[in-house]
């Protein structure tokens, strides 16, 4: 399940489930949605985008969803494994070149 | 490797010390963005810089500072520091592809820790 622990929330799961990561933004003006991966000890990495538009984008295993009635983005991740134990964030991309991360999200696989 | 560079990866230094943090984008890239990152948060835009010009200003505190030079490397000064401004301080240089054109995705460095004691 999800839990809010001291910092970021975390979010646990059984190698081989689906994980579902959620975000809410805040500019109902963005024009594109980010999530990106960071694992430990590294920078965050790029994994999947949505323009604005779109309600659905899927990649390899993964899939976000956009639902701009309640400004709410998620990440999907099918049959998670433990090298996707990871903090996750999204983020909203407005008039062009600025870019807020939203809190992110720690989830940690158990094998 | 992703191709910005950020040095030092590690830095521990006292409280009211000035140190400066380095950041070479990916080639090509025009824009600098400069986050922070404390223990087990979540990453508090500083600034950016597009093209040498300061672009947008986040959190940035009086005390730290920035510059994109003509080469594009950028630097991050931090001065009269305090403990609580230990954390991971990571540079991102923009790529303006992703999956659609007009998407701003960052490309990060590995990120600089500051230990201040």
């Known amino acids: 399940g999800e839990s809010v622990g001291l910092h970021l929330p975390t979010l646990s799961v059984q190698e081989g489930d689906n994980s579902i990561i959620n975000c809410a933004y805040s500019?109902?003006?963005?024009?594109?949605f980010i999530w990106y991966k960071q694992e430990s000890g590294k920078g965050p990495q790029f994994i999947i985008d949505i323009r604005s538009n779109m309600d659905k984008r899927q990649g390899q295993r993964v899939t976000v969803l956009l639902n701009k009635t309640v400004k709410h983005l998620s990440l999907q991740i099918a049959a998670t494994q433990p090298g996707d134990s990871a903090v996750y964030f999204c983020a909203e991309n407005t008039g062009g070149f600025k870019t807020i991360f939203g809190a992110g999200t720690r989830l940690f696989v158990k094998a | 490797d992703s191709g910005v560079t950020q040095t030092p990866k590690h830095l521990i230094t006292a409280t009211g010390q000035r140190v400066t943090l380095r950041c070479s984008p990916r080639?090509?890239?025009?824009?600098v963005y400069w986050y922070q990152q404390s223990l087990d948060q979540g990453l508090q835009f500083l600034i950016q810089y597009y093209n040498g010009e300061e672009r947008a200003k986040g959190n940035i505190l009086e005390r730290f500072s920035a510059q994109q030079f003509p080469d594009l490397h950028s630097e991050l000064n931090l001065s009269s520091l305090e403990l609580g401004d230990s954390a991971l301080y990571f540079c991102?240089?923009?790529?303006?592809?992703?999956?659609?054109?007009?998407?701003?995705?960052?490309?990060f460095g590995a990120g600089s820790r500051l230990t201040v004691l």
């Open positions: 500019n109902s003006a963005s024009d594109y």
């Open positions: 991102a240089s923009s790529v303006v592809i992703g999956s659609f054109s007009g998407a701003n995705v960052l490309t």
């Open positions: 080639s090509g890239d025009l824009s």
